[in-house]
């Protein structure tokens, strides 16, 4: 029995809804597998750049944390030097009075190192004299705080002075070089016979 031109086209356009759908059908298949491989990518990506951000954030801190070692070393070496050049300031002071009670003076921001830097000094000095010292900071009447730091060392009575600051060595320093300067400045004198 043969087909009419209606059966045909109907026949025809069956298969074409059949081809259709499964073309559909293949193409959902295809985006849900590029989705899904993208997804994966993705994340494969954002994890790879995550520890990345981590490893250059760890790197970061350690560099940070061995600069602030560095820096700590740094200040704690500072400190323990200006305590030993306090140290070693005090006990040329004791040396000069050899009395058996000391006062110092020194700037208000210098007392922690200048106590500690006392307590370090007498049993040095002791050892070295075979004296008692009773040393005494006043912390009535400090240093001025212009001056660049150094101690003022008293007997009990207070009338005599040794001063191992900064300024004090400065002008001992100009006295002595004051010869040379003058004669730097305006000659020799013939008629001088002291150079002090």
Same mark, same amino acid.
């Given at each position: 029995?043969?087909?009419?031109?209606?059966?045909?086209?109907? #026949? $025809?356009?069956?298969? %074409?809804?059949?081809?259709?759908?499964?073309?559909?059908?293949?193409?959902?298949?295809?985006?849900?597998?590029?989705?899904?491989?993208?997804?994966?990518?993705?994340?494969?990506?954002?994890?790879?750049?995550? &520890?990345?951000? %981590?490893?250059?954030?760890?790197?970061?801190?350690?560099?940070?944390? #061995?600069?602030?070692?560095?820096?700590?070393?740094?200040? %704690?070496?500072?400190?323990?030097?200006?305590?030993?050049?306090?140290?070693?300031?005090?006990?040329?002071?004791?040396? #000069?009075? &050899?009395?058996? +009670?000391? !006062? !110092? +003076?020194?700037?208000?921001?210098?007392?922690?190192?200048?106590?500690?830097?006392?307590?370090?000094?007498?049993?040095?000095?002791?050892?070295?004299?075979?004296?008692?010292?009773? !040393?005494? $900071?006043?912390?009535?009447?400090?240093?001025? @705080?212009?001056?660049?730091?150094?101690? @003022?060392?008293?007997?009990?009575?207070?009338?005599?002075?040794?001063?191992?600051?900064?300024?004090?060595?400065?002008?001992?320093?100009?006295?002595?070089?004051?010869? @040379?300067?003058?004669?730097? &400045?305006?000659?020799?004198?013939?008629?001088?016979?002291?150079?002090?």
């Amino acid at each position: 029995m043969a087909l009419s031109d209606a059966d045909v086209q109907k #026949q $025809i356009k069956h298969m %074409m809804a059949f081809i259709e759908q499964e073309a559909n059908e293949k193409a959902e298949e295809i985006d849900a597998k590029a989705e899904e491989e993208f997804n994966i990518e993705k994340g494969r990506l954002v994890q790879t750049q995550r &520890l990345k951000i %981590m490893e250059y954030y760890e790197k970061k801190e350690k560099q940070i944390e #061995q600069q602030k070692k560095i820096q700590m070393s740094n200040l %704690m070496n500072q400190a323990r030097l200006k305590v030993l050049k306090a140290r070693d300031d005090l006990i040329a002071g004791f040396y #000069q009075l &050899l009395e058996p +009670r000391l !006062v !110092v +003076r020194c700037r208000k921001r210098d007392l922690p190192m200048v106590k500690s830097a006392v307590q370090k000094s007498i049993p040095i000095y002791k050892n070295a004299t075979k004296r008692d010292v009773d !040393v005494h $900071i006043d912390q009535d009447n400090f240093l001025p @705080e212009e001056i660049a730091g150094g101690v @003022e060392i008293y007997n009990s009575d207070g009338k005599i002075k040794v001063s191992n600051t900064l300024e004090s060595r400065l002008d001992l320093v100009a006295q002595q070089m004051m010869p @040379e300067i003058r004669v730097a &400045l305006f000659g020799a004198n013939a008629n001088r016979k002291f150079l002090d």
